[in-house]
């Protein structure tokens, strides 16, 4: 491998650092560095409230961040290997609609109770489900049909189905049931408490490290479908793990901050942008820092009016995300 551009990849993890000490220093409160630095090693802020803010909303948003931007990043990546398709991602083949549909019939079925008394098991069960069943019926199309725009079409049909359905659910569903829906669906990091952060941490980390694991086929993948048959590679079960990983991660990313649209379509895009290769040994753990990165901006950039209120993230990620694609479709024209 370059040694250049391994040397990329600790550079990007120190803008992630350094976007996480931003994340805790900006907010709607000012709080001094000093003040946050004796929190985060134990200590105590001079003021209580801000001590509160720090470990209850500020820090759990920023670490959420940097796992689901990760997990994302990574099942888009894995995706457009799989399907050698520069525009695949969990949210254009419909993956987060169909995780979409499974919290709705949890969330509107039960009037937001799964989200008020904090089940989310419960909400993650039905989110894995709902975007298993989308995987699956990619897997079942994609052995059918080999045209990869045909395929990337009949995803977004998916994708319009899933949201007809959740359409249905809200028009019969109680008004608590679809504010809570609302909110969830406008995508947010800050429904995560210190509390559920191992969860959340377990099972996203269980998911990149079994994405390591898939490197040697991801780039046999890149060789060509007949090439990897003649190594021995079965393209029909990695393309099945592959699609596995991605429902796992894009269903715990799902129930827990909602459907979080762009970057796994555009940060591995900009993971091979930045590093200059297709080496899934190098493009796996610059994508996971890039999605990390970027997340932690959309949220910056989520929390700055000083008002209080925060922006919802799908009215930032698109911001960065749309631009990346607009210039793979001309670069591939």
Same mark, same amino acid.
């Given at each position: 491998?370059?040694?250049?551009?391994?040397?990329?990849?600790?550079?990007?993890?120190?803008?992630?650092?350094?976007?996480?000490?931003?994340?805790?220093?900006?907010?709607?409160?000012?709080?001094?560095?000093?003040?946050?630095?004796?929190?985060?090693?134990?200590?105590?802020?001079?003021?209580?409230?801000?001590?509160?803010?720090?470990?209850?909303?500020?820090?759990?948003? #920023?670490?959420?961040?940097?796992?689901?931007?990760?997990?994302?990043?990574?099942?888009?990546?894995?995706?457009?290997? #799989?399907?050698?398709?520069?525009?695949?991602?969990?949210?254009?083949?419909?993956?987060?609609?169909?995780?979409?549909?499974?919290?709705?019939?949890?969330?509107?079925?039960?009037?937001?109770?799964?989200?008020?008394?904090?089940?989310?098991?419960?909400?993650?069960?039905?989110?894995?489900?709902?975007?298993?069943?989308?995987?699956?019926?990619?897997?079942?199309?994609?052995?059918?049909?080999?045209?990869?725009?045909?395929?990337?079409?009949?995803?977004?049909?998916?994708?319009?189905?899933?949201?007809?359905?959740?359409?249905?659910?809200?028009?019969?569903?109680?008004?608590?049931?679809?504010?809570?829906?609302?909110?969830?669906?406008?995508?947010?990091?800050?429904?995560?408490?210190?509390?559920?952060?191992?969860?959340?941490?377990?099972?996203?980390?269980?998911?990149?490290?079994?994405?390591?694991?898939?490197?040697?086929?991801?780039?046999?993948?890149?060789?060509? #479908?007949?090439?990897?048959?003649?190594?021995?590679?079965?393209?029909?079960?990695?393309?099945?793990?592959?699609?596995?990983?991605?429902?796992?991660?894009?269903?715990?990313?799902?129930?827990?901050?909602?459907?979080?649209?762009?970057?796994?379509?555009?940060?591995?895009?900009?993971?091979?942008?930045?590093?200059?290769?297709?080496?899934?040994?190098?493009?796996?753990?610059?994508?996971?820092?890039?999605?990390?990165?970027?997340?932690?901006?959309?949220?910056?950039?989520?929390?700055?009016?000083?008002?209080?209120?925060?922006?919802?993230?799908?009215?930032?990620?698109?911001?960065?995300?749309?631009?990346?694609?607009?210039?793979?479709?001309?670069?591939?024209?």
């Amino acid at each position: 491998m370059n040694s250049s551009r391994v040397s990329i990849i600790p550079l990007m993890a120190l803008a992630v650092i350094v976007l996480l000490m931003l994340n805790l220093l900006f907010g709607s409160v000012a709080i001094p560095i000093r003040d946050i630095l004796q929190v985060l090693f134990g200590g105590t802020a001079q003021n209580p409230s801000w001590q509160y803010i720090i470990l209850e909303s500020r820090l759990p948003q #920023a670490l959420t961040a940097i796992l689901a931007g990760s997990a994302l990043a990574v099942s888009g990546l894995m995706l457009q290997t #799989a399907f050698a398709n520069a525009l695949a991602g969990p949210d254009v083949f419909g993956i987060n609609s169909g995780a979409g549909v499974g919290v709705a019939l949890v969330m509107l079925g039960m009037g937001g109770g799964a989200v008020a008394t904090g089940d989310y098991a419960a909400i993650i069960i039905a989110a894995f489900l709902g975007a298993m069943t989308v995987t699956a019926i990619i897997f079942a199309v994609s052995t059918m049909v080999k045209d990869h725009v045909m395929l990337l079409i009949i995803g977004l049909m998916t994708g319009y189905l899933a949201g007809s359905i959740i359409s249905l659910l809200n028009y019969f569903a109680t008004e608590s049931g679809v504010k809570n829906y609302m909110l969830w669906g406008m995508g947010n990091f800050g429904g995560v408490s210190l509390d559920d952060m191992p969860l959340l941490a377990i099972l996203i980390i269980i998911g990149l490290l079994l994405s390591f694991l898939l490197v040697k086929p991801l780039n046999t993948l890149l060789l060509g #479908a007949g090439y990897a048959r003649s190594l021995g590679i079965n393209i029909k079960r990695i393309r099945g793990y592959l699609l596995l990983l991605t429902g796992l991660l894009t269903a715990v990313v799902t129930a827990f901050c909602g459907p979080i649209t762009f970057i796994g379509l555009a940060v591995p895009h900009i993971a091979r942008l930045i590093i200059q290769s297709d080496d899934h040994r190098l493009l796996i753990p610059m994508t996971a820092l890039s999605g990390s990165a970027l997340a932690l901006l959309c949220l910056l950039i989520s929390t700055l009016p000083s008002n209080g209120t925060i922006i919802p993230i799908n009215a930032v990620t698109p911001l960065f995300g749309a631009p990346v694609i607009i210039y793979v479709i001309l670069r591939k024209s």
